[in-house]
């Protein structure tokens, strides 16, 4: 038979108006629908044939087998399973032949793994797969049928092909028609439900619509509830008008079903029927029903009625809401709860009944629904509003876990409502679900803790988020950092002053320092009494707050050791937010931060650590220590000893090009990236060669460029040097920058000019150092210091343990002996920890090996001399060699190691 797309629509044109519902009225529906319903069950829509399914090779372990052949059979908790052959779980079109041909404890095991096939295979596996299984499994055994639905339920929540979508659903209502089992019902019913919206308006009324009302009426509660279940998804696939004219009268005969079961399903259903129907319908015929429903004996049918009331309230919800049944029907009933809620949140929970606790789950659930939609019929009840906010702070003080969770959950739609007025009536409560026990309420708390934010940020609650968030940046659980780390940007930009802010502090700071030199660690305290180091006292407040985020920053450094994943999201969100922090803990924190998760994680984390430290250096405003981190940068990964740091540095130097002005850009990178022609590993080259590509259009006339573009056309590895040729032959034919490009880099420039502030180096001072002083230079590492030009130049007596200096003649730098060589230093010393303050120091030959003995002797004894004399160690060396005698980590060695502080 023919069926054409508006068959159905012919009809139900026949009864312009909801006719009264009784049961012979839709018994009279259900013979008309009869004859259609056969003939489409009859002709199942299109699959591929067996010739289709086959794959092009069949390994012998499957073209030799048989049912039963597939794999082997064991014993596991008392039951028999099957341990597929390595064939089969490797081949989508093998597993499907063992579902035409193996037995059925063979298509079990191959159905088990079929959310594999689907992940690593997702297109071979629906369109040669899912067919096969819609198909065949209408014949299968209960487990099978039972198997095949639970492989099916992963398909459905993707989106899918037409025709598949078409097949699935005609599956899983043929199945539905052939069996009794309660549990098969359930799940072809979720099933349709689920695929609904991806069917076309033509196909659901053939095939999902006469199924939904001929069940609908069936003498099996199973059957009636799968018909509820579908009831709730036709808004899905169907115009109001539609679903309002076929099935508003069957839902109120299901609401009022003899099983507990059908009244529950179909009230649950009645949320997305109400919320989609008419404001006249929903509060007239849906709303009646389910205040009815909220007073039923079953406590299932109560709380699946109060959940439908709360959700379509909030869809019709809004100033424009002026119904008077509006405001008579839902709110008592939602004051009514809130009072019993309050009493038993209070109450021990775990001496209450099923029931009882039930139904507070799910109002803790429902709590944000209810206040959104009425809070604008509440503005001036302030009895009403105390028992309402005393409620929730009652339920998040409860001990139980599931409604702390729900609370947490509906914490954004309560700050939306009491932000601007009620808000005092929160105070303590965010820190609270912060630091609850339960990890569910923490992770759902994080991953709303921006939206809470974006509205208590600025207000009298703002260090209550402060401490939330902290809190949850801190805590012990992997999944609550990754769900807060999620939106640090976004939470970085709410709470921090600003990057306006920080780039005024950080101004202010260099200009300090500017006026006040580089002072040493005595007199820090004077500098702050005068208001050198503090720019007169104009950024104590933003410093206080930054003190108040510092904890986050910390925290950092734990996620950095979180899974991959976590570390590349934590990379992503600091290149997203370096602007916005501050001067000192980019430095401090956030530098060294990448250095360590590029050097020690995966490549993609290494990939997003180079772009997050570029943006990091773009936004440091003072010169020298942007220059300082960039040092380290290059000596460390442009000249490190293993192959893929050297390729992580033009990475970052592709992401440097976009993000800086070419002038800066080429001034910064230049030198080390042209000096990596004659890298010893070919794939590095070949990498610096599509950079070069990349940068061709600024760099092409450069001598260096094509100097190194030249030798690598001379390079010993072919592709390497067919790479070099081709581009060398094409650079003549690559155009330069455009007009809005060239503008674009002009803006940065400016921007970049305006940014960052550069200092003159200054002369370090002398740190008085016990028995080891010449002058105004300072001995290190056992190299002796030349004497001074002003002051008269002291030398220690090595002949005792006293420190009294003895005279000695004046001489020129280049007349002085060198006591000591580079060698005879401490493991780890170099010629960069001697702070010289002339360059002619270079220049003195080396000492002989006698010279060298007696400088390390001298040295040694001078410091044993400054140990014994006065009790205690010097205190420009303390014992654990830090001067604030404090455990040194890793940041701090590289910070010291970048700014030498």
Same mark, same amino acid.
């Given at each position: 038979?023919?069926? +054409?797309?508006?068959?159905?629509?012919?009809?139900?044109?026949?009864?312009?108006?909801?006719?009264?519902?009784?049961?012979?009225?839709?018994?009279?529906?259900?013979?008309?629908?009869?004859?259609?319903?056969?003939?489409?069950?009859?002709?199942?829509?299109?699959?591929?044939?067996?010739?289709?399914?086959?794959?092009?090779?069949?390994?012998?372990?499957?073209?030799?087998? #048989?049912?039963?052949?597939?794999?082997?059979?064991?014993?596991?908790?008392?039951?028999?399973?099957?341990?597929?052959?390595?064939?089969?779980?490797?081949?989508?079109?093998?597993?499907?032949?063992?579902?035409?041909?193996?037995?059925?404890?063979?298509?079990?095991?191959?159905?088990?793994?079929?959310?594999?096939?689907?992940?690593?295979?997702?297109?071979?596996?629906?369109?040669?797969?899912?067919?096969?299984?819609?198909?065949?499994?209408?014949?299968?055994?209960?487990?099978?049928? /039972?198997?095949?639905?639970?492989?099916?339920?992963?398909?459905?929540?993707?989106?899918?092909?037409? %025709?598949? &979508?078409?097949?699935?659903?005609?599956?899983?209502?043929?199945?539905?028609?052939?069996?009794?089992?309660?549990?098969?019902?359930?799940?072809?019913?979720?099933?349709?439900?689920?695929?609904?919206?991806?069917?076309?308006? %033509?196909?659901?009324?053939?095939?999902?619509?006469?199924?939904?009302?001929?069940?609908?009426?069936?003498?099996?509660? %199973?059957? !009636?509830?799968?018909?509820?279940?579908?009831?709730?998804?036709?808004?899905?696939?169907?115009?109001?008008?539609?679903?309002?004219?076929?099935?508003?009268?069957?839902?109120?005969?299901?609401?009022?079903?003899? %099983?507990?079961?059908?009244?529950?399903?179909?009230?649950?259903?009645?949320?997305?029927?109400?919320?989609?129907?008419?404001?006249?319908?929903?509060?007239?015929?849906?709303?009646?029903?389910?205040?009815?429903?909220?007073?039923?004996?079953?406590?299932?049918?109560?709380?699946?009625?109060?959940?439908?009331?709360?959700?379509?309230?909030?869809?019709?919800?809004?100033?424009? +809401?002026?119904?008077?049944?509006?405001?008579?029907?839902?709110?008592?009933?939602?004051?009514?709860?809130?009072?019993? &809620?309050?009493?038993?949140?209070?109450?021990?929970?775990?001496?209450?009944?099923?029931?009882?606790?039930?139904?507070?789950?799910?109002?803790?659930?429902?709590?944000?629904?209810?206040?959104?939609?009425?809070?604008?019929?509440?503005?001036?009840?302030?009895?009403?509003?105390?028992?309402?906010?005393?409620?929730?702070?009652?339920?998040?003080?409860?001990?139980?876990?599931?409604? !702390?969770?729900?609370?947490?959950?509906?914490?954004?739609?309560?700050?939306?409502?009491?932000?601007?007025?009620?808000?005092?009536?929160?105070?303590?409560?965010?820190?609270? /679900?912060?630091?609850?026990?339960?990890?569910?309420?923490?992770?759902?708390?994080?991953? #709303?803790?921006?939206?809470?934010?974006?509205?208590?940020?600025?207000?009298?609650?703002?260090?209550?988020?402060?401490?939330?968030?902290?809190?949850?940046?801190?805590?012990?659980?992997?999944?609550?950092?990754?769900?807060?780390?999620?939106?640090?940007?976004?939470?970085?930009?709410?709470?921090?002053?600003?990057?306006?802010?920080?780039?005024?502090?950080?101004?202010?700071?260099?200009?300090?320092?500017?006026?006040?030199? !580089?002072? +040493?660690?005595?007199?820090?305290?004077n500098r702050n009494e005068n208001g050198s180091s503090r720019a007169q006292g104009k950024s104590e407040p933003y410093e206080e707050e930054m003190r108040r985020?510092?904890?986050?920053?910390?925290?950092?450094?734990?996620?950095?050791?979180?899974?991959?994943? +976590?570390?590349?999201?934590?990379?992503?969100?600091? *290149?997203?937010?370096?602007?916005?922090?501050?001067?000192?803990?980019?430095?401090?924190?956030?530098?060294?931060?990448?250095?360590?998760?590029?050097?020690?994680?995966?490549?993609l984390v290494r990939k997003s650590a180079m772009h997050a430290l570029v943006y990091t250096v773009r936004y440091i405003p003072d010169a020298r220590k942007r220059?300082?981190?960039?040092?380290?940068?290059?000596?460390?990964?442009?000249?490190?000893?293993?192959?893929?740091?050297?390729?992580?540095?033009?990475?970052?130097?592709?992401?440097?090009?976009?993000?800086?002005?070419?002038?800066?850009?080429?001034?910064?990178?230049?030198?080390?990236?042209?000096?990596?022609?004659?890298?010893?590993?070919?794939?590095?080259?070949?990498?610096?060669?599509?950079?070069? *590509?990349?940068?061709?259009?600024?760099?092409?006339?450069?001598?260096?460029?094509?100097?190194?573009?030249?030798? /690598?056309?001379?390079?010993?590895?072919?592709?390497?040097?067919?790479?070099?040729?081709?581009?060398?032959?094409?650079?003549? =034919?690559?155009?330069?920058?455009?007009?809005?490009?060239?503008?674009?880099?002009?803006?940065?420039?400016?921007?970049?000019?305006?940014?960052?502030?550069?200092?003159?180096?200054?002369?370090?001072?002398?740190?008085?150092?016990?028995?080891?002083?010449?002058?105004?230079?300072?001995?290190?590492?056992?190299?002796?210091?030349?004497? =001074?030009?002003?002051?008269?130049?002291?030398?220690?007596?090595?002949?005792?343990?006293?420190?009294?200096?003895?005279?000695?003649?004046?001489?020129?730098?280049?007349?002085?002996?060198?006591?000591?060589?580079?060698? =005879?230093?401490?493991?780890?010393?170099?010629?960069?920890?001697?702070?010289?303050?002339?360059?002619?120091?270079?220049?003195?030959?080396?000492?002989? =090996?006698?010279?060298?003995?007696?400088?390390?002797?001298?040295?040694?004894?001078?410091?044993?001399?400054?140990?014994?004399?006065?009790?205690?160690?010097?205190?420009?060396?303390?014992?654990?060699?830090?001067?604030?005698?404090?455990?040194?980590?890793?940041?701090?060695?590289?910070?010291?190691?970048?700014?030498?502080?």
């Amino acid at each position: 038979m023919d069926v +054409t797309p508006d068959h159905f629509q012919v009809f139900y044109d026949q009864y312009p108006e909801p006719p009264t519902v009784h049961q012979e009225l839709l018994s009279e529906r259900r013979q008309k629908y009869q004859h259609i319903y056969k003939a489409l069950l009859a002709t199942p829509p299109p699959s591929l044939s067996s010739s289709d399914q086959l794959p092009d090779f069949v390994p012998t372990s499957i073209e030799k087998a #048989g049912p039963g052949n597939y794999g082997s059979k064991q014993i596991d908790d008392g039951g028999e399973v099957v341990l597929l052959n390595d064939d089969v779980l490797t081949s989508v079109p093998n597993a499907t032949l063992v579902l035409i041909d193996g037995n059925e404890l063979e298509r079990i095991s191959v159905l088990f793994q079929f959310p594999q096939f689907l992940e690593h295979c997702p297109v071979e596996c629906i369109s040669v797969m899912v067919p096969r299984i819609c198909t065949d499994s209408i014949e299968w055994s209960l487990d099978a049928q /039972l198997a095949a639905t639970e492989a099916l339920y992963f398909v459905v929540s993707r989106e899918v092909p037409h %025709h598949i &979508a078409k097949h699935i659903a005609w599956a899983a209502l043929l199945m539905a028609s052939k069996t009794d089992s309660p549990q098969l019902f359930d799940s072809c019913a979720e099933i349709v439900s689920m695929i609904l919206p991806q069917l076309h308006r %033509h196909d659901v009324l053939k095939l999902v619509v006469p199924d939904a009302v001929d069940m609908a009426m069936s003498n099996k509660p %199973h059957e !009636r509830r799968l018909a509820a279940r579908v009831i709730g998804s036709f808004e899905q696939a169907l115009s109001r008008e539609e679903v309002q004219l076929i099935f508003e009268d069957t839902a109120l005969v299901l609401a009022q079903d003899e %099983h507990d079961s059908v009244r529950s399903m179909m009230a649950q259903s009645m949320a997305s029927l109400a919320a989609n129907l008419p404001m006249s319908s929903a509060e007239q015929r849906i709303w009646p029903v389910l205040k009815m429903l909220s007073s039923d004996a079953n406590a299932n049918v109560r709380a699946a009625a109060m959940r439908s009331l709360a959700k379509s309230a909030q869809a019709h919800s809004g100033p424009e +809401t002026t119904s008077p049944l509006y405001e008579a029907l839902l709110k008592p009933i939602f004051l009514e709860e809130c009072s019993t &809620a309050g009493r038993v949140a209070a109450s021990d929970l775990r001496d209450v009944d099923d029931d009882t606790y039930l139904i507070l789950e799910i109002f803790s659930e429902v709590y944000g629904h209810f206040l959104c939609s009425l809070s604008h019929l509440l503005n001036n009840e302030q009895e009403s509003w105390t028992l309402i906010l005393n409620t929730l702070r009652q339920m998040v003080t409860c001990n139980g876990p599931t409604v !702390r969770h729900w609370c947490a959950f509906n914490m954004p739609a309560v700050v939306t409502v009491c932000a601007d007025e009620r808000v005092e009536h929160l105070n303590g409560v965010i820190p609270a /679900l912060a630091g609850d026990s339960d990890v569910e309420t923490r992770v759902t708390l994080a991953a #709303g803790i921006h939206e809470i934010a974006k509205r208590l940020a600025n207000g009298p609650l703002r260090g209550d988020v402060i401490r939330a968030t902290n809190r949850l940046f801190m805590d012990e659980n992997p999944q609550v950092r990754m769900k807060v780390l999620a939106h640090f940007s976004e939470l970085l930009l709410l709470l921090s002053p600003g990057e306006k802010a920080n780039h005024a502090v950080a101004m202010a700071q260099i200009k300090a320092a500017e006026v006040a030199g !580089r002072a +040493t660690k005595n007199n820090k305290a004077n500098r702050n009494e005068n208001g050198s180091s503090r720019a007169q006292g104009k950024s104590e407040p933003y410093e206080e707050e930054m003190r108040r985020l510092k904890p986050m920053f910390t925290a950092l450094e734990q996620m950095s050791f979180d899974s991959w994943r +976590t570390q590349k999201l934590l990379a992503d969100e600091l *290149r997203k937010s370096a602007n916005l922090v501050p001067q000192e803990m980019l430095c401090e924190h956030v530098a060294p931060l990448l250095f360590q998760m590029a050097r020690e994680s995966t490549f993609l984390v290494r990939k997003s650590a180079m772009h997050a430290l570029v943006y990091t250096v773009r936004y440091i405003p003072d010169a020298r220590k942007r220059n300082h981190i960039l040092k380290h940068f290059r000596q460390e990964w442009a000249k490190g000893k293993v192959y893929w740091t050297r390729l992580a540095y033009i990475e970052a130097a592709g992401c440097a090009k976009e993000v800086f002005s070419s002038r800066l850009f080429t001034e910064l990178f230049k030198d080390d990236i042209l000096a990596m022609y004659g890298d010893l590993v070919p794939n590095v080259r070949l990498r610096l060669i599509r950079f070069f *590509r990349y940068v061709a259009p600024i760099w092409k006339e450069l001598p260096e460029f094509q100097e190194s573009l030249s030798r /690598l056309t001379s390079d010993k590895d072919s592709e390497v040097s067919r790479e070099a040729y081709l581009l060398l032959r094409s650079l003549s =034919s690559i155009k330069r920058p455009s007009a809005i490009e060239v503008e674009k880099d002009k803006a940065l420039e400016v921007a970049e000019s305006a940014f960052y502030v550069h200092r003159s180096k200054k002369k370090r001072k002398v740190h008085q150092r016990s028995g080891e002083q010449h002058g105004i230079y300072e001995v290190k590492s056992g190299r002796a210091a030349p004497n =001074s030009f002003r002051d008269e130049p002291k030398q220690l007596n090595r002949s005792s343990n006293s420190a009294q200096p003895q005279p000695q003649q004046k001489k020129s730098i280049r007349e002085e002996p060198v006591s000591t060589s580079r060698k =005879s230093g401490p493991p780890g010393a170099d010629i960069q920890n001697t702070r010289i303050a002339d360059k002619r120091v270079q220049s003195v030959p080396r000492a002989s =090996s006698t010279e060298e003995d007696s400088g390390k002797k001298q040295v040694r004894q001078g410091r044993q001399h400054s140990k014994t004399a006065s009790g205690q160690p010097s205190p420009s060396r303390p014992l654990n060699g830090h001067p604030n005698n404090k455990k040194v980590g890793f940041f701090s060695k590289l910070l010291s190691s970048c700014f030498g502080t």
